[in-house]
C-alpha cells in the first residue's frame, strides 16, 4: 500500500470471479500480496471493487493468477515469487484490446452514451447499444428518444449504467438521469444510500436521493429528486479513472 490510494467505487463486468463473495480477510491478503493501492478504511464492498479491478487488469491466464495467490495464502511461497514476474509484464496492444472487449457492453443493453463534442451538462443521454467493434474500440448506438439513427462512438463515450451495487456517498458527484428526460445531468447525493441486501448476499441500493445542478426553484432551493440507482452513474472522469488499466 506503498501508492497513492485508489478509490474504485464501480464493480467490474465480465468477471467470472465474483470477489464480492470473498472473505475480506482473503481481500486484505491479496491487497498486500499484490501491493494494491486502496486507503485503509476502505469497507468491504469497495475492497471488492478495487480488488476487481486490479485482478481484471492482469494480462495473464485469470485462473491460474488466482490459483496461485490462494494456494501463497495457504503457504505456498515458491509460487508466489513465480507469479511476481508474471504480474509486472506490460500488457501488449491486443491484450488491451481484449480487456476492452471483455467489459464492453452487450447489444441491446443501455448505456450512458455521449453523443455530442460539447462537455456542457447534460450532453450525456440514455442510449442502447447495436454493436461494439474490438478492433477499432468503437460502438454503434441508437438513442432512445430517436431509434432511426445510428450512431457511432468511441469507447470512451459509453460508460456502462449500475446494477445498485456501485458505492455512493453522501455529498458525492454524480450524474444521472433527470426524472422525466432521457439526459444525464451533474448532480450531488443529497441522502444516505439506503443499502439492502440481495439473495446473493450482496449489498445493494434501489434509488438514491439527489440534489441536481442548476436546479433550484423559485425561492433559490434546490429540491431533493428520487432516481432509481441503475441511472446514477460516476462522472466521466471517476468512471474512465477506474477503467484506464483497461
Known sequence: MSKAASNVRTYPKGLATDFRQMQPQ?????????????????????????????????????EAVLGGFLRTCDGEKDYADDNKV?????????????KRAK??????EQVAAKVSRSDENGSWILASVQSYS???????????????????????NVMRLGDGTE???????????????????????SKAPV????????PICSELILKFMDDEDE???????RVPSRY?????????????AL
Open 26 to 62: 482473503k481481500l486484505f491478503d491479496y491487497v498486500e500480496y499484490f501491493s494494491v493501492s486502496i486507503r485503509p478504511d476502505a469497507p468491504a464492498p469497495e475492497l471488492a471493487c478495487n480488488v476487481a479491478s486490479h485482478f481484471l487488469a492482469l494480462d495473464v491466464d485469470e
Open 86 to 98: 508474471i504480474i509486472n509484464t506490460v500488457p501488449s496492444v491486443q491484450a488491451h484490446k481484449r
Open 103 to 108: 467489459t464492453a457492453a452487450r447489444p441491446g
Open 134 to 156: 474490438r478492433d477499432s474500440e468503437s460502438y454503434d448506438v441508437q438513442d432512445e428518444d430517436d431509434i432511426t439513427k445510428l450512431i457511432r462512438l468511441p469507447y470512451t
Open 167 to 189: 458505492i455512493f456517498r453522501k455529498g458525492g458527484p454524480c450524474m444521472a438521469i433527470f426524472p422525466e428526460t432521457t439526459s444525464f445531468y451533474k448532480a450531488v447525493v
Open 195 to 202: 443499502w439492502r441486501v440481495d439473495r446473493q448476499g450482496n
Open 219 to 225: 425561492s433559490g432551493k434546490t429540491p431533493h429528486r
Open 232 to 244: 446514477v452513474i460516476q462522472l466521466p472522469e471517476l468512471y474512465f479513472e477506474d477503467h484506464t
